[in-house]
């Protein structure tokens, strides 16, 4: 069974700092990654997704992520974190092609950028 | 563009009682999939619908029912309604005929069981 990892509950950073929010996941395959963006009492905004090849992913807003197959881990990342960031962050997986395709979310990772 | 779109945006049911929540998914997708997404958790996979069957369901009882209609539009059906499905809903919509489908969401249905 596929799963994912968000082994923080919140993570702060001041703003102007480089941000990381941690995720790792367990899927057979070569997985599909994503990272999505919820603001209070909205839907879920894409921000950016890892399916082949380099391993840097870039996305909206500044951000990007890092695919590393050894550690099964896709950690999201800024450089330098706006007061705006603060949100909540779920990474997502998904199976290759073919079978059961499923998206199983994280619990999620509240992100609070300190002015 | 239009995004994908959710009605209502919240509702009040008492258990027992039936739900209706519908969506229109992003214009150029054909898939929707609906999420239960409970307070201080992540989404959770109830269902996915593809020509207007489904195919793909997550651990839901059989309470939880679906329907997609030609023009992809979908909706959401809860039955006997329990306390536990007070939760966000949210549907998100893809284009299964390109590559990965990234799926983008709604803004949900907020529903509240008495």
Do not use: M
Not at chain 1, 32 to 52: A, C, D, E, M, S
Not at chain 2, 23 to 51: M, N, R
Not at chain 2, 66 to 89: I, K, M, R, T
């Amino acid at each position: 069974a596929q799963s994912v990892a968000q082994p923080e509950d919140q993570v702060n950073v001041a703003e102007g700092n480089p941000l990381t929010v941690k995720c790792t996941y367990s899927v057979s395959g070569n997985p599909y990654l994503f990272w999505y963006v919820q603001y209070p009492n909205r839907g879920l905004q894409f921000l950016l997704k890892y399916i082949t090849g380099d391993n840097l992913v870039k996305g909206s807003y500044g951000f990007e992520a890092e695919f590393n197959k050894s550690q099964t881990s896709f950690h999201l990342k800024k450089p330098s974190a706006l007061v705006s960031d603060s949100a909540l962050y779920f990474c997502a997986v998904r199976p290759p092609p073919g079978g059961y395709q499923k998206v199983t979310f994280g619990t999620g990772t509240k992100l609070q950028v300190i002015p | 563009d239009a995004g994908v779109t959710q009605s209502p945006t919240h509702l009040i049911k008492t258990r027992g009682q039936q739900v209706t929540l519908r969506c229109s998914p992003k214009s150029g997708h054909d898939t929707v999939s609906w999420y239960q997404q409970a307070l201080g958790q992540g989404p959770q996979f109830i269902f996915q619908y593809y020509e207007e069957e489904e195919r793909q369901r997550g651990n839901f009882p059989d309470r939880f029912s679906g329907h997609q209609f030609p023009n992809y539009s979908s909706e959401l059906n809860v039955n006997a309604l329990l306390l536990g499905d007070s939760a966000l809903y949210l549907c998100a919509s893809s284009h299964r005929g390109v590559g990965p489908d990234t799926q983008y969401f709604g803004p949900g249905t907020r529903l509240t069981v008495l």
